[in-house]
Structures are given as C-alpha cells and as structure tokens.
C-alpha cells in the first residue's frame, strides 16, 4: 500500500507517523513536551533536543508495530531536516540516516514548512494546485502561492513576529501559561472583541507584508492600564489578530493572480475564529476553502510523510546520508528579504 514513515522533531512536538499512498493514516504517534517547557514560558531548545532524543526511537517503534509493518516494507523514510531548533532537527534527521541505512529504505529529507504546506491536501483530495495559503504557526507567517510541490511563491512575511508567537505573547502578558493560542482563544469566548481599543499594524499598507510587534505592546500596555477585564483583552486582540490577516489578503489578491482556494495551514490554523474569518472572506471572493482538522494544523507526523509521499509521486530525489540539517529553509528561495524581517524564514 505504499507507506512512508514520517519524523517529525523541530520544536517541541516528538512525532512518528506510517501515511499510505491512499491517504490513510495507519498509524501515529505524538508526544508534546510542554509541561517540561511551561515553567520557562517558552520552548527551551536544549530540554526539547533531549526530550526527543529519548522519545524518538521508541515512538518509531511504536507506530510500527501499531501497523504491523517493518522497516523493509517502507517505500520510505521522511523526516524534517529543517527549518528549526538544530539540536531536535538532527536527532529525527539523523534517526531516519540510520534507520534508512540499516533496513535500505530511501531517505526524503523534508521541509518542516512544506509539510504544513501540503496537509491540507492529506485532508482534502479534491484540493489541487494552485492554492493561496496563509501559513500562519509559532515561528511562521506568511502568504504563499502554493504552484506544485516544492513551487512556492511567497507574496508576503511577517517584518517581527509570527501570529502564533503574537497569541503566545499575549497569553504570557495575561498569565495564561504556554503554549497560549488556544487558552487565548478560550479566554476571547468570554470577551468583548470591541472593548479594548488596538491597532491593526500595517493595515492598508502597500505589500501583504504582517506585523504583529506593536500588537502585543498594546496588549502589554492595556493589561498594564488596570483598566480592562483579560477576557476582553483577548477577544480584543483576537480580533485585530483577524483583522489583520483579512486586509493583508486581501491585499494579496489585488497584487497577484487569482486562485481558486484559500487554503490554512500551521499552528494558529486550529483556532475556530481564524478558521471561521477565513471562510467568510473565501466565499466573499469566490474561493473555495480548506483548512485541514486541527490535529493536522499543529505539528505532526503525518503531514511529514504526506509531504514525503507527495516527493515520491512527483519523482523527486532521495537525501544523500550526508544531507545537514537546516535551521533555516525557506520554500521560496528566491523571495526577496524584507526590511525588518528577524529571523524568519
Ligand atoms: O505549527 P505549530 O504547532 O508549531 C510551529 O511550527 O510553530 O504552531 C504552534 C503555534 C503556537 O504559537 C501556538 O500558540 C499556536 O500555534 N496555536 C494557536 C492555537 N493552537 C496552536 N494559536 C491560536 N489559536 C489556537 N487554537
Ligand atoms: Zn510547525
């Protein structure tokens, strides 16, 4: 049936998961490690690169012998190699070296972005190219023209943070613990999205580019003012969050070629309230819309191997045992640096 066994390791979520070529998901297995991280508010890179070491191969195993299958059986082995935290990226890339090695399967070295940029189409089979996605997660923001596998065209980035770091931000800034997307989506249920007066940064501006900094800093400013019940500082932010995200692509529309559907993918794709401004604004503008189930949306396994079956249907090369690990990818190389941009990809 064609499976691929997918690794996934570059941030705080420990995966493995066996994806047949028919889309079924035969096995999988996923350990988060925020408990070892809430204590410091965020993902310490060095706890979550041994956290994996000593989850990795016993998952592997796992999921295995969930499916009954071996190694030799695999048609291949997909692990993200990048971009990442580099100490988790080498323990699953290396993993799947020796693995491969040792039962002769052929190595796919996967980017971490592109398996959030084709889960979608894991879930949706009808979904074909080219789609427009809002790849919005802890690390990443950005707005791409998804063209075919490995074609990427990025029409915008964001110039400081990401929108899942903005969410993590503000739930540090309420005390809401980590990780903070969904307990400040819990929290804005409760709330006034128009109590608390915010800033949309960017809005209108030329590019489709995102800005979040300032954001946050109201945030910290309107918590600090004494004058603002936290549920209506989220629901608040939340909403400037989505505002945000609707007039940039909107703005990407006017500045590119149209495509047939809106597509969301990444961490922040599991919020009900994104997902839901999203559809609005697809039917608005003729666009179909997919969103993959939230477990897919956060990181996983599952989209690595799809990602990977999608590389062995198009024919792409195996990874040589000497590939490197990336802390930086991005799926559009030739993507022209944005003032401002830190460290994103
Ligand atoms: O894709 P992901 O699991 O990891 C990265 O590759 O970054 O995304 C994690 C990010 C975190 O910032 C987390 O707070 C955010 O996605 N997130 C959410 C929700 N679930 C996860 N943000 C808003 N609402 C959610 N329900
Ligand atoms: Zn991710």
Not at 83 to 96: D, E, H, K, N, Y
Not at 127 to 153: A, D, N, T
Request: net charge negative.
């Amino acid at each position: 049936m064609g499976l691929v066994l997918g690794i996934e390791s570059s941030c705080d979520e420990t995966a493995a998961a066996l994806v047949a070529h028919d889309r079924t998901i035969v096995a999988q297995r996923i350990a988060s490690q925020d408990e070892a991280h809430a204590p410091y508010g965020g993902v310490v890179p060095e706890i979550a690169a041994r956290a994996h070491a000593e989850r990795l191969a016993p998952m592997i195993e796992g999921v295995l012998t969930d499916a009954g299958v071996a190694l030799a059986d695999l048609d291949a082995i997909a692990a993200t190699a990048g971009p990442g935290l580099i100490g988790g990226v080498m323990v699953g890339l290396v993993s799947a070296k020796a693995l491969a090695m040792a039962a002769n399967v052929p190595l796919l070295a996967i980017n971490h972005l592109e398996g959030h940029a084709l889960s979608p189409r894991l879930a949706d089979p009808a979904l074909g190219f080219p789609y427009l996605l809002l790849l919005v997660s802890g690390g990443h923001c950005q707005i791409l023209r998804v063209e075919g596998v490995g074609e990427f065209r990025r029409l915008a980035t964001t110039i400081d943070d990401a929108l899942g770091e903005a969410y993590d931000k503000t739930a540090k800034i309420l005390g809401l613990g980590f990780p903070g997307g969904p307990a400040v989506e819990r929290l804005a249920r409760a709330g006034d999205p128009v109590a608390v007066p915010l800033p949309r940064p960017l809005k209108s501006s030329a590019e489709p580019h995102f800005s979040f900094a300032g954001l946050k800093s109201a945030v910290l400013r309107a918590h600090k003012s004494g004058r603002y019940a936290a549920a209506d500082i989220a629901a608040s932010f939340q909403q400037a969050a989505i505002d945000c995200v609707i007039d940039r692509l909107d703005r990407a529309l006017e500045s590119g070629p149209s495509c047939p559907a809106l597509v969301v993918a990444g961490g922040v794709a599991a919020n009900a309230a994104v997902r839901a401004a999203l559809e609005a604004f697809a039917a608005r503008h003729g666009m179909a819309f997919s969103a993959p189930p939230p477990a897919l949306c956060t990181d996983n396994a599952a989209m690595i191997a799809w990602a990977g079956q999608e590389r062995l249907a198009t024919g792409a090369e195996f990874a040589p045992l000497d590939m490197a690990a990336r802390p930086r990818w991005p799926l559009d190389p030739h993507a022209e640096p944005v003032r401002g941009a830190g460290y994103k990809a």
